[in-house]
């Protein structure tokens, strides 16, 4: 499989209506969440991409890969690593309007594969990275793994309004 952060499409030669599949392998950089790396696993993805010429000179893409994030579960802070199934459309229409431009696609028919792929996998992810779906999380008074201990419980606090009755003298 070959290494290409970047990809000559007009290397392909095609005509309108013809396409190619092509394997591929792309560096894909960490991920930031509030200040959080996340790495990616593989760091070197192994990619699929779908290629098929239109009329007037633009491209109809597909991209397919799967990938780990790694990094702390935002909710009990042990180490999570999600695999997620990416599958990316883009369409570069030249003349097409702002819709049918894409941004990966330059001026010499080069794909850059390698932004896709990092926006793709970012536009994939969910609002929390967790370990698993159902984590419970940290108990918010002593911090211990609800997920390891899911009756875990505390007396409740006495209500603060009422804090002024505990140091009434009733003789």
């Given at each position: 499989?070959?290494?290409?952060?970047?990809f000559d499409?007009a290397?392909?030669?095609?005509v309108?209506g013809?396409?190619r599949?092509?394997?591929l392998?792309?560096?894909?950089?960490?991920?930031?969440?509030?200040?959080?790396?996340?790495e990616i696993?593989p760091?070197?993805?192994p990619v699929?991409?779908?290629?098929?010429?239109?009329?007037?000179?633009g491209w109809?893409l597909?991209?397919?890969?799967?990938?780990?994030?790694t990094?702390?579960?935002?909710?009990?802070?042990?180490?999570?690593?999600?695999?997620?199934?990416?599958?990316a459309r883009?369409?570069?229409q030249?003349?097409?309007?702002?819709?049918?431009?894409?941004p990966?696609?330059?001026?010499?028919?080069e794909?850059?594969?390698?932004s896709?792929?990092?926006d793709?996998?970012?536009?994939?992810?969910?609002?929390?990275i967790?370990?698993?779906e159902?984590?419970?999380g940290?108990?918010?008074?002593?911090?211990?793994?609800?997920?390891?201990?899911p009756?875990?419980e505390h007396?409740?606090?006495?209500?603060?309004?009422w804090?002024?009755?505990?140091?009434?003298?009733?003789?």
């Open positions: 499989m070959a290494r290409a952060d970047v499409l290397s392909l030669s095609l309108a013809e396409g599949k092509l394997d392998e792309v560096s894909l950089d960490e991920i930031s969440f509030s200040g959080q790396a996340y696993e760091d070197v993805v699929r991409i779908d290629i098929a010429k239109m009329m007037g000179e109809s597909r991209l397919r890969f799967a990938a780990s994030l990094g702390p579960c935002m909710r009990c802070l042990i180490d999570a690593r999600p695999l997620f199934e990416i599958d883009e369409i570069d030249p003349g097409g309007g702002e819709d049918l431009d894409s990966y696609v330059n001026e010499a028919q794909l850059d594969v390698r896709w792929a990092h793709a996998f970012a536009l994939a992810l969910p609002a929390q967790l370990c698993r159902d984590c419970a940290l108990c918010p008074v002593c911090g211990a793994d609800l997920n390891e201990d009756g875990h007396e409740p606090e006495p209500d603060p309004r804090a002024a009755l505990r140091d009434l003298k009733l003789d």
